[in-house]
């Protein structure tokens, strides 16, 4: 397992843009696999955008169009740019990694992830 560490949360007011960041303790193979989560008190957590081992990004329709995620070159930092923030996006932000399958030349993300970090808060205010 990869160390995660997420930062760049903070208090914004709605209608703002923030922009977390997340960085792996060391690159593995997990990093075709990430993928950034919320979890907002009293609700699930949610997949909000994630990379495919083919480095297509993938949204939920609650942030499509204002979220986007993104890499540095040598995949060891992860990005989540939020724009047009809305209350409801107000929740712990967090990063995550899998271990890929390996099958021949190519990886396969299953959705199994298996590091995490610790978290960084968000909260929009209207």
């Known amino acids: 397992q990869v160390q995660l560490a997420e930062s760049g949360g903070g208090s914004v007011q709605a209608g703002g843009s923030l922009k977390l960041s997340c960085k792996a303790s060391v690159y593995t193979n997990s990093a075709y696999c990430m993928a950034w989560f919320r979890q907002a008190p009293g609700k699930e957590r949610e997949r909000v955008a994630h990379f495919e081992a083919n480095r297509e990004t993938v949204y939920a329709d609650s942030v499509k169009g204002r979220f986007t995620i993104s890499q540095d070159n040598d995949k060891t930092t992860l990005y989540l740019e939020m724009n047009g923030l809305k209350p409801e996006d107000t929740a712990m932000y967090y990063c995550?990694?899998?271990?890929?399958?390996?099958?021949?030349?190519?990886?396969?993300?299953?959705?199994?992830?298996?590091?995490w970090g610790q978290g960084t808060q968000v909260t929009v205010t209207s």
């Open positions: 995550a990694a899998e271990d890929p399958l390996v099958l021949g030349t190519a990886l396969m993300c299953r959705g199994k992830y298996n590091s």
